[in-house]
């Protein structure tokens, strides 16, 4: 089975992204290879996959903060990303000032409350 030549080129070009030399080889290789044993419709898939993911790779490949962010962020729980669910408890910081984190996402609430009413409020 042959790969056609715009499958060949989407993922060529989104190699282009990554630094140059043998790490940009070795990625252009693995995905083309990868890109050989589907057909059709998971083979357009798979190109829109990669394409989309570019940038989010090339983080990775640096090692830069953006990598780690993305890679943080895909492991919160679905219910943290939508803001609707998260699972709230009691901090403090150095100083001995208390605020609310949620457990999954760490994601902070800071209120303004009258001392001793710890209550979340929602």
């Given at each position: 089975?042959t ?8 993922v ?5 992204l ?10 252009r290789?693995e ?5 050989e ?7 357009a898939?798979?190109v ?9 790779l ?5 090692g830069?903060?953006a ?5 943080r962020?895909?492991?919160?729980p679905?219910?943290?990303?939508l803001?609707?669910?998260h ?6 910081t150095?100083?001995g ?6 457990r999954?996402?760490?994601k ?12 979340p409020?929602?």
């Amino acid at each position: 089975m042959t790969t056609p030549s715009w499958a060949r080129t989407l993922v060529t070009l989104a190699c282009r992204l990554l630094p140059a030399g043998q790490v940009r080889d070795r990625w252009r290789e693995e995905l083309l290879a990868d890109l050989e044993v589907l057909a059709g419709r998971e083979r357009a898939a798979y190109v829109v996959g990669v394409v989309v993911n570019a940038w989010a790779l090339r983080s990775a490949v640096r090692g830069g903060q953006a990598g780690v962010a993305v890679a943080r962020a895909a492991r919160r729980p679905l219910g943290c990303r939508l803001n609707l669910r998260h699972s709230w408890h009691v901090v403090s910081t150095e100083d001995g000032h208390p605020y609310w984190e949620c457990r999954d996402c760490h994601k902070t609430w800071v209120t303004v409350r009258p001392p001793g009413d710890w209550s979340p409020g929602f």
